[in-house]
Each structure stands twice: as structure tokens, then as C-alpha cells.
């Protein structure tokens, strides 16, 4: 299988560098591979939600953390891609990727570019989101 890029994402470290688009490392969820619904269970579990984020070969779980800035929310993301079955079907094995955090910008979308800042709140809760979605999937990871 092939992978198409999923989104192109430069690394920022745990210690959350500002100015360069966020790709939060040493987690403990990237690399970790397994059964979907075991990982539903789990990210649901976190307060992630995948609801209609997936194809049949990807799957992005949300969390969603609001902001008193006007028009702007944060979104803490989980990235996955099928390592065999289908998503569709769900009897996808999947292998997680790197989590990121973007900053949504209504009604334009969410951005993940380098003039971004994410307050220190922010990334602090990110951490702890990241920190209750590892320990729920290390239970089921395959690896």
C-alpha cells in the first residue's frame, strides 16, 4: 500500500517552540498500531472524536478547546492510517501518526502555519489530553 500524504506537518518538539507549526512529539501515541474499534473505544474514552473524519484508509480523531478570542477554537488532532482492512468496514488496523494542534480560525479553517501561536493554557491541556489518550490505547497496542 501506498501512502498519499496526509498532511505535511514540520516537527516542533514537546517543549512547544512558538512561531512553527505544532507536531507534538514523545507522546507515546505515534508509531502505535491498532485494531479500530479498540481505538475508538479508546480516543472516545480520551474525549476525542472521530465522528465523519475518516476515509476508508485514514481516520483523525479531534478535541476540540474553546478560546475566549473571538471566532478563534483550538483543535488538538490525532492522525491514523490503515495498515490493512478498511475503515469503512471497520476491521482497519491502524498505525497512529504524530498528534498536532491547529488553531480554527471562523470561517476559515483551521490553520497549522508558522506565524501560529498557541497560548501556554492551551498547549498545557494538549498535554494532558495527549497524556489520557496514550494511556488509554497502550492497553490495545499491537506493537
Excluded at 6 to 16: A, Q
Excluded at 40 to 54: K, P, S, T
Excluded at 64 to 72: A, F, H, R, V
Excluded at 87 to 110: E, F, M, N, Q
Amino acid at each position: 500500500m501506498q501512502l498519499i500524504a496526509i498532511h505535511t506537518i514540520i516537527v516542533l518538539v514537546r517543549n512547544f517552540r512558538w512561531g512553527e507549526i505544532m507536531k507534538i512529539e514523545g507522546t507515546g501515541i505515534e508509531e502505535s498500531v491498532l485494531d479500530l474499534k479498540p481505538l475508538d473505544h479508546a480516543m472516545e474514552n480520551a474525549n476525542f472524536v472521530r465522528a465523519g473524519q475518516w476515509d476508508y484508509e485514514r481516520v483523525t480523531y479531534d478535541y476540540k478547546i474553546g478560546s475566549q478570542e473571538k471566532n478563534i477554537t483550538y483543535y488538538v488532532r490525532v492522525q491514523g492510517y490503515a495498515l490493512e482492512g478498511d475503515v469503512d468496514r471497520g476491521d482497519a488496523v491502524i498505525k497512529l501518526l504524530t498528534p498536532i494542534i491547529g488553531k480554527h480560525y471562523y470561517p476559515h479553517g483551521i490553520e497549522y502555519g508558522e506565524e501560529e501561536n498557541f497560548p501556554e493554557s492551551v498547549l498545557q491541556r494538549a498535554d494532558q489530553l495527549l497524556e489520557k489518550a496514550s494511556s488509554n490505547i497502550k492497553q490495545f497496542n499491537k506493537q
